[in-house]
């Protein structure tokens, strides 16, 4: 019975013995979906470079994937990624990442990566909180939230990630919770395949942190939380934002094909080796 | 044919101008940049030339991600070059920290302006001379150069690569607007002439799990990515094979030290200095524009009959220690000259503690470079 | 016949995770008694013959703890 391995196994590290998430921690929900896309897609690890900034969800991909894996600093991961890809079109970037990695301290190099269309995978697991720092309000904390640092609730609006960077010129924008570990992995599989920008926020349970701060309760109530407010983006149009306001609308925002950075510069390399 | 690369002969050239073919001529692949003065014409010229060549020049959203994107590229394989002026170095230093944990060769310019803060852009100023040596927050050894001329601006750049390259490690060209806006002949040699040097990348097949790839004070291979290493590169504390260790002690010792000894071992390769003070009463230290200055006093006061040598730093970094150290042991007292309100001096000070008697000349004004009769004067005060 | 496999030193324990339990349609699994080695306490499976294969505990399990054997092999989506 112990010479039973999880099929997924071979895709990590063998020096890795266990992820260090909390139990219940989403994260390694987002990990396994993942690796299950790589591995229904028939890639190899080798076929990547895996990009990760600060953060519990950093820790997703470093040391776990047996992949090359550059483990960067706060909020940068998508800077360093756009230099590796634009120096390996031909491998697959991928960045994992946490919310306050990549849209409080390093949203503006989120912002303009998506303007840019360059051929990426940039998966946010979105906790709504600073876990790996002991429970500080983010830029996606619910607004009237109470954390570590607004006891009395937080005064701030909260972040739609997805629709920021569908705004900023994204390929590819999903959304969808660890409740939906399936959808995930399927729209992880179009991601990598998009010739473009590609975002998906998974919004991840922290009962640690946001769990015990906000009352939002154990990994299991948080599930069934998503369970319950979870509608789809089809749906979501036809409500008002009143009526969507405490839902999580989930699902695929935006889909579509334009001009990839990295091609453009090849195009233009190749007409200036014609001139020349 | 004809080397796309190499603009070999003799041009009337701006300094930064300089400084972007000295980063094509060595090699370079990938620059990144952010617009700033008085670093811009280096960004302007890489723009055009590294196309020309099928390279790049990304002109990024700050200077955070120019540094970034730069040691991602590097990862790559590829030589890469980061110019800016001292603001956007500062942005950057938590990043160089990062390349220099992570044994990354980046080449970084800064064309030093007159600060603090915004300041004045356009204007000169040494004033960011330790900036490289202790801005990134922790304890690390870094190699930065000083040109004085537009000639050195294209072969310091072009030294600056082979030290990056050698050491797997991010290496500064510490100019300034002078340096940078200066036009005078520069000579750009054969292609065959340049002597490039080029890291040395991981044997393909190998895995790096059984190599040292970090922390080898001998500078270990690099495993670039895409090459199927599967490298585990992280900011954190790690050993010599990229694992993290944030638990130990004894592990983060290692990790200072052997990245510090990597560059302190071999700074007999690494320290250049320009040295004219034999049988002399007192020497000038000075390096970048103000060089030319004090070359010039040195000049003049010999011509009146006075005893005056001269000591340029080319190398800021790592410290000329042992250089200074044999100054102060030959003269009796040393004058260092800098376009600062004296940054460089406290290290010259102490090295020559208890030897020779050390004085620090700003200009007049600063953000001028000092006015040579202003020298001549002081060297006649102190050899009174 | 379905099988379940509990990864027991992989999991992090039904005391404070305990997804498995929550996504199982069926009830298949029930507590163990018995810490692993990091002191938490697996699942165990306590009626395997009402699991119907759908694949959830082991989809969902934020620590690749469980292995569901399938019968009969899915085909790969390609």
Same mark, same amino acid.
């Given at each position: 019975m112990s010479s039973v391995e999880h099929p997924l196994r071979k895709y990590l590290r063998p020096s890795v013995e266990a992820t260090t998430f909390c139990p219940g921690c989403g994260d390694g929900t987002v990990l396994t979906s993942i690796l299950q896309a790589i591995d229904e897609l028939g890639m190899t690890m080798d076929d990547f470079v895996f990009v990760s900034g600060i953060g519990c969800a950093a820790w997703i991909i470093s040391p776990n994937f047996n992949a090359d894996v550059l483990h960067t600093t706060h909020g940068r991961p998508i800077a360093f990624a756009t230099g590796i890809k634009l120096n390996l079109p031909e491998k697959k970037v991928m960045v994992v990442s946490g919310d306050g990695d990549l849209t409080a301290i390093g949203g503006n190099h989120l912002i303009h990566a998506a303007r840019r269309n360059i051929e990426m995978v940039v998966i946010c697991a979105n906790n +709504?909180?600073? %876990?790996?720092? %002991? +429970?500080q309000v983010a830029p996606t904390t619910p607004r009237e939230a109470r954390t570590i640092t607004t006891p009395y609730g937080s005064l701030e609006n909260t972040f739609d990630i997805s629709r920021m960077v569908q705004a900023s010129g994204a390929s590819f924008v999903a959304r969808w919770t660890t409740y939906q570990p399936r959808q995930l992995t399927k729209s992880i599989k179009k991601a990598i395949q998009k010739k473009g920008f590609a975002f998906i926020e998974v919004i991840s349970q922290c009962p640690v942190q946001f769990g015990a701060k906000t009352g939002a309760g154990s990994a299991v109530e948080m599930l069934e939380m998503y369970r319950k407010s979870s509608i789809s983006v089809k749906k979501a149009v036809e409500m008002s934002p009143q009526e969507i306001e405490d839902k999580i609308v989930t699902g695929e925002f935006i889909d579509t094909a334009k001009p990839e950075l990295c091609e453009e510069i090849a195009r233009l390399k190749e007409r200036i080796r014609g001139e020349g | 044919m004809e080397n796309r690369r190499v603009r070999t002969g003799k041009h009337f050239m701006m300094g930064n101008v300089a400084c972007a073919e000295g980063a094509v001529a060595a090699g370079c692949e990938f620059a990144a940049g952010y617009p700033i003065t008085p670093a811009s014409e280096i960004g302007h010229t890489l723009a055009k030339r590294l196309l020309e060549v099928g390279g790049y020049f990304f002109q990024t959203e700050d200077e955070i991600s120019a540094i970034c994107a730069g040691i991602g590229a590097s990862w790559t394989g590829k030589k890469v070059f980061v110019p800016t002026s001292g603001p956007g170095i500062s942005l950057m230093l938590e990043n160089i920290g990062f390349a220099v944990g992570i044994e990354t060769p980046v080449v970084l310019v800064n064309i030093q302006r007159g600060g603090p803060t915004t300041g004045a852009p356009s204007m000169g100023l040494q004033g960011d001379m330790v900036q490289p040596r202790r801005g990134s927050h922790g304890d690390y050894e870094i190699i930065a150069l000083c040109p004085s001329s537009p000639q050195e601006m294209f072969d310091h750049t072009v030294r600056a690569f082979n030290l990056a390259e050698r050491y797997r490690a991010p290496v500064f060209v510490m100019a300034d607007a002078f340096i940078g806006h200066m036009r005078e002949e520069v000579t750009i040699p054969e292609p065959d002439e340049l002597d490039l040097t080029y890291r040395r990348i991981l044997e393909k097949g190998t895995d790096p799990s059984t190599v040292k790839v970090f922390l080898d004070e001998e500078v270990a291979p690099m495993p670039i990515f895409g090459m199927g290493f599967k490298t585990h590169v992280t900011s954190s504390c790690h050993d010599e094979y990229g694992n993290r260790n944030l638990i130990d002690p004894t592990a983060l010792d290692n990790f200072i030290q052997r990245l510090r000894n990597k560059i302190l071992k071999h700074r007999d390769e690494i320290v250049q200095v320009e040295c004219d003070y034999d049988n002399c009463e007192l020497a000038l230290v000075a390096y970048g524009a103000v060089a030319r200055c004090a070359k010039e006093a040195v000049r003049v006061a010999r011509s009146k009959g006075l005893n005056v040598g001269y000591f340029r730093v080319i190398t800021a970094w790592p410290f000329p220690d042992r250089e200074v150290q044999d100054l102060s042991h030959k003269v009796k007292k040393i004058l260092v000259l800098e376009n600062n309100s004296g940054q460089y001096y406290p290290y010259v000070k102490a090295e020559a503690a208890g030897r020779a008697e050390v004085e620090f000349l700003p200009p007049q004004i600063l953000g001028q470079v000092h006015g040579l009769d202003y020298v001549v004067q002081k060297i006649e005060e102190m050899l009174r | 016949m379905p099988k379940v496999y509990i990864l027991r030193e992989a999991c992090k324990g039904v005391v404070d995770c305990d997804i498995c339990r929550f996504v199982c349609p069926k009830d298949v699994l029930g507590k163990s008694d018995m810490l692993n080695r990091k002191g938490y306490f697996p699942p165990e499976v306590v009626d395997e013959d009402a699991c119907t294969q759908c694949g959830n505990c082991m989809v969902y399990c934020p620590d690749m703890a469980i292995v569901v054997e399938m019968r009969k092999a899915k085909k790969a989506a390609r």
């Amino acid at each position: 019975m112990s010479s039973v391995e999880h099929p997924l196994r071979k895709y990590l590290r063998p020096s890795v013995e266990a992820t260090t998430f909390c139990p219940g921690c989403g994260d390694g929900t987002v990990l396994t979906s993942i690796l299950q896309a790589i591995d229904e897609l028939g890639m190899t690890m080798d076929d990547f470079v895996f990009v990760s900034g600060i953060g519990c969800a950093a820790w997703i991909i470093s040391p776990n994937f047996n992949a090359d894996v550059l483990h960067t600093t706060h909020g940068r991961p998508i800077a360093f990624a756009t230099g590796i890809k634009l120096n390996l079109p031909e491998k697959k970037v991928m960045v994992v990442s946490g919310d306050g990695d990549l849209t409080a301290i390093g949203g503006n190099h989120l912002i303009h990566a998506a303007r840019r269309n360059i051929e990426m995978v940039v998966i946010c697991a979105n906790n +709504g909180i600073y %876990g790996m720092t %002991g +429970g500080q309000v983010a830029p996606t904390t619910p607004r009237e939230a109470r954390t570590i640092t607004t006891p009395y609730g937080s005064l701030e609006n909260t972040f739609d990630i997805s629709r920021m960077v569908q705004a900023s010129g994204a390929s590819f924008v999903a959304r969808w919770t660890t409740y939906q570990p399936r959808q995930l992995t399927k729209s992880i599989k179009k991601a990598i395949q998009k010739k473009g920008f590609a975002f998906i926020e998974v919004i991840s349970q922290c009962p640690v942190q946001f769990g015990a701060k906000t009352g939002a309760g154990s990994a299991v109530e948080m599930l069934e939380m998503y369970r319950k407010s979870s509608i789809s983006v089809k749906k979501a149009v036809e409500m008002s934002p009143q009526e969507i306001e405490d839902k999580i609308v989930t699902g695929e925002f935006i889909d579509t094909a334009k001009p990839e950075l990295c091609e453009e510069i090849a195009r233009l390399k190749e007409r200036i080796r014609g001139e020349g | 044919m004809e080397n796309r690369r190499v603009r070999t002969g003799k041009h009337f050239m701006m300094g930064n101008v300089a400084c972007a073919e000295g980063a094509v001529a060595a090699g370079c692949e990938f620059a990144a940049g952010y617009p700033i003065t008085p670093a811009s014409e280096i960004g302007h010229t890489l723009a055009k030339r590294l196309l020309e060549v099928g390279g790049y020049f990304f002109q990024t959203e700050d200077e955070i991600s120019a540094i970034c994107a730069g040691i991602g590229a590097s990862w790559t394989g590829k030589k890469v070059f980061v110019p800016t002026s001292g603001p956007g170095i500062s942005l950057m230093l938590e990043n160089i920290g990062f390349a220099v944990g992570i044994e990354t060769p980046v080449v970084l310019v800064n064309i030093q302006r007159g600060g603090p803060t915004t300041g004045a852009p356009s204007m000169g100023l040494q004033g960011d001379m330790v900036q490289p040596r202790r801005g990134s927050h922790g304890d690390y050894e870094i190699i930065a150069l000083c040109p004085s001329s537009p000639q050195e601006m294209f072969d310091h750049t072009v030294r600056a690569f082979n030290l990056a390259e050698r050491y797997r490690a991010p290496v500064f060209v510490m100019a300034d607007a002078f340096i940078g806006h200066m036009r005078e002949e520069v000579t750009i040699p054969e292609p065959d002439e340049l002597d490039l040097t080029y890291r040395r990348i991981l044997e393909k097949g190998t895995d790096p799990s059984t190599v040292k790839v970090f922390l080898d004070e001998e500078v270990a291979p690099m495993p670039i990515f895409g090459m199927g290493f599967k490298t585990h590169v992280t900011s954190s504390c790690h050993d010599e094979y990229g694992n993290r260790n944030l638990i130990d002690p004894t592990a983060l010792d290692n990790f200072i030290q052997r990245l510090r000894n990597k560059i302190l071992k071999h700074r007999d390769e690494i320290v250049q200095v320009e040295c004219d003070y034999d049988n002399c009463e007192l020497a000038l230290v000075a390096y970048g524009a103000v060089a030319r200055c004090a070359k010039e006093a040195v000049r003049v006061a010999r011509s009146k009959g006075l005893n005056v040598g001269y000591f340029r730093v080319i190398t800021a970094w790592p410290f000329p220690d042992r250089e200074v150290q044999d100054l102060s042991h030959k003269v009796k007292k040393i004058l260092v000259l800098e376009n600062n309100s004296g940054q460089y001096y406290p290290y010259v000070k102490a090295e020559a503690a208890g030897r020779a008697e050390v004085e620090f000349l700003p200009p007049q004004i600063l953000g001028q470079v000092h006015g040579l009769d202003y020298v001549v004067q002081k060297i006649e005060e102190m050899l009174r | 016949m379905p099988k379940v496999y509990i990864l027991r030193e992989a999991c992090k324990g039904v005391v404070d995770c305990d997804i498995c339990r929550f996504v199982c349609p069926k009830d298949v699994l029930g507590k163990s008694d018995m810490l692993n080695r990091k002191g938490y306490f697996p699942p165990e499976v306590v009626d395997e013959d009402a699991c119907t294969q759908c694949g959830n505990c082991m989809v969902y399990c934020p620590d690749m703890a469980i292995v569901v054997e399938m019968r009969k092999a899915k085909k790969a989506a390609r």
